[in-house]
């Protein structure tokens, strides 16, 4: 064979291979292209320590390693992936293929799963009530209620904020993912009884916090299409970022040969239970942040040796930092609701109207949930606060043989059973504090939270405030639309109430008779639970841990009080804010006010 002969044979070789190679990839993401969305997402198990010239795409080192792909964590990596090197690792899945979490009409079924591989991770605090934790690409955003309003101007200037950069950073969110909902029947009865009963001026459609009634934004478009921040990770420079879902961080890796603990990577396993460990580039600047959660930052600067010294050493967990702060200070913001049955179907809807009261409370509502075909059929009922009218089985009795039970009846049970909403009050940042404590060594486990709810007299007084602001509303002509309420209707109501709130709190008798009693019985979660790594105490307020170099919380755990009626557009707005800081940090304001990463309009 000649010289050009053999040049020709291995050139038309190498593009036949070539071809090949790509339509098996092609096929490889033809199938999982839904699961998978992005070309920068793959599963935690294809990372590899070898060099950016292996197929894994990237270096073992990375300018940031981020801990958790959730409602902070997405939009921080999307920004800080403009400039620099970012690994983003998510414990859960992703949400673009799940039904479960896509589509509003399957909300309740999606925190009613809990099989392992499920969107959200059940917790029951020690309080008794029935919690859940998001365990999923997307974060909180993945299994909420949507409902999408900023913070107020007094909050912010509370925690020290660039208002400038707030404005702009929520912009950016707003712009992607948030849209002005479709006011259902049931969302605008509540409205009007809202105005009737004086929870006045009305602010109409805004995501500004006011003081009134007002319409807010969604993450579900017009189609009741979910959209996470998982999305906002399609502004992200693809050629910077690299996410791994299934990882599970194992523990932050310290090097503690200096004087002051340095973060220098961590240790995770893949969905196969195999271990690895990635760590963050040579440069002083490069940094382990951790955005897990509420939950999951304070507990992973337990499991990594940052917490209260006599906790730790009862695990054998060698002490990098001793801080009596770490998974103090934990807060739910209490919630009580009342179910007002329908002679006829509702239409579903979310959270879409809010009275932002001058109690202390806010009211909101959702309605229409369980009476599809198949989640009639789904347990939710024993364990679900949107469809649990019908759980009347004592806490002590709620065993499996009993839930199966529950289930084998539900299935003859009329869909008309199902029909109506529900009220909701919710106390706006409670005064009661408790406390986060590992369980065991086990990072798939949920530690022990303890919400301590009502234990301040003042959290108690705003909820009976609530019930009452809630009576006033069934007894409005607004709602007649729906139910015929009296004083006599109103106490059945809550005694029906009484029994469909699912938590493990042992009820009382006389609950309608004392409202204090109610309220204490009734009590559930609306998923605002924050703290446990407060600002100045154990970060500052650039989210840097303190006593330790290199690491970093920005989640809503750093929170003193939830933001707004509903955190989540704020706890993605820090996300974003904090990756703008660190970028005019690192390049200097004016080269960074000439990137796209910071153009928030």
Not at 126 to 142: E, K
Request: positive net charge.
């Amino acid at each position: 064979m000649t010289l050009i002969g053999g040049a020709v044979f291995k050139f038309l070789f190498s593009s036949l291979l070539w071809i090949i190679t790509l339509r098996i990839s092609l096929i490889k993401g033809e199938e999982n292209s839904g699961e998978f969305r992005y070309p920068f997402i793959k599963p935690a198990s294809s990372f590899s320590p070898l060099p950016s010239s292996a197929t894994n795409g990237g270096d073992k080192r990375f300018d940031y390693i981020i801990v958790g792909g959730g409602t902070a964590g997405c939009p921080l990596a999307a920004t800080l992936s403009q400039n620099f090197s970012v690994l983003l690792l998510e414990r859960g899945g992703t949400p673009f293929a799940n039904p479960n979490v896509t589509f509003m009409q399957n909300f309740h079924i999606s925190l009613a799963d809990t099989s392992p591989s499920s969107a959200s991770q059940r917790f029951i605090s020690t309080d008794g009530v029935i919690n859940s934790r998001a365990r999923i690409l997307g974060g909180g955003t993945s299994i909420n209620a949507g409902f999408y309003t900023r913070a107020s101007s007094s909050f912010i200037r509370s925690v020290g904020w660039d208002s400038k950069l707030v404005q702009e950073s929520y912009s950016w969110i707003e712009k992607q993912i948030v849209h002005r909902p479709d006011l259902m029947p049931w969302q605008r009865a509540i409205r009007d009884s809202l105005l009737e009963i004086g929870i006045s001026p009305f602010n109409g459609f805004t995501y500004d916090h006011k003081y009134g009634t007002k319409v807010g934004g969604t993450i579900f478009d017009r189609f009741g299409r979910r959209h996470t921040a998982a999305e906002l990770l399609a502004s992200a420079n693809p050629g910077k970022l690299h996410v791994l879902v299934h990882a599970t961080v194992l523990k932050i890796v310290f090097d503690t040969t200096g004087k002051t603990p340095r973060a220098v990577g961590v240790i995770f396993k893949d969905e196969n239970g195999k271990q690895h460990e990635a760590l963050i580039s040579m440069g002083p600047r490069s940094e382990v942040i951790v955005s897990s959660g509420a939950i999951g930052s304070p507990q992973l600067l337990l499991h990594s040796g940052i917490g209260p010294k006599t906790d730790l050493e009862k695990f054998n967990i060698p002490v990098v930092l001793d801080n009596e702060f770490v998974g103090k200070g934990m807060s739910d913001n209490p919630m009580n609701t009342i179910f007002v049955p329908t002679n006829t179907p509702v239409q579903q809807s979310l959270i879409q109207t809010v009275g932002i009261t001058k109690l202390g409370v806010y009211i909101e509502a959702s309605s229409g949930f369980g009476q599809s075909s198949d989640s009639i059929h789904w347990d939710h009922g024993i364990v679900s606060a949107e469809i649990g009218q019908l759980s009347t089985i004592p806490p002590k009795q709620r065993t499996y043989e009993a839930i199966q039970s529950y289930r084998r009846i539900k299935k003859n049970l009329p869909r008309e059973a199902f029909m109506g909403g529900f009220i909701l009050e919710k106390i706006a940042n409670p005064l009661s504090k408790g406390q986060l404590r590992l369980l065991n060594t086990n990072v798939d486990d949920n530690p022990l939270i303890t919400f301590n709810y009502f234990s301040h007299p003042y959290d108690l007084q705003r909820c009976v405030d609530g019930i009452r602001v809630m009576e006033k509303i069934l007894r409005s002509k607004h709602f007649t639309n729906f139910t015929q309420c009296d004083k006599k209707t109103v106490e059945k109501l809550l005694n029906m109430s009484v029994h469909a709130n699912v938590n493990l709190i042992p009820k009382h008798i006389n609950d309608t008779k004392s409202l204090e009693q109610f309220c204490k019985d009734t009590v559930i979660t609306i998923w605002h639970y924050h703290g446990g790594c407060h600002t100045d105490k154990v970060v500052s307020r650039d989210y840097e841990v303190l006593g330790v170099e290199r690491l970093r919380v920005v989640d809503g755990s750093t929170f003193a009080d939830s933001p707004g009626t509903n955190p989540q557009a704020t706890v993605m707005m820090l996300g974003r804010y904090m990756g703008v800081k660190i970028l005019r940090e690192r390049l200097g304001r004016a080269a960074g006010e000439n990137n796209p990463a910071f153009i928030g309009d």
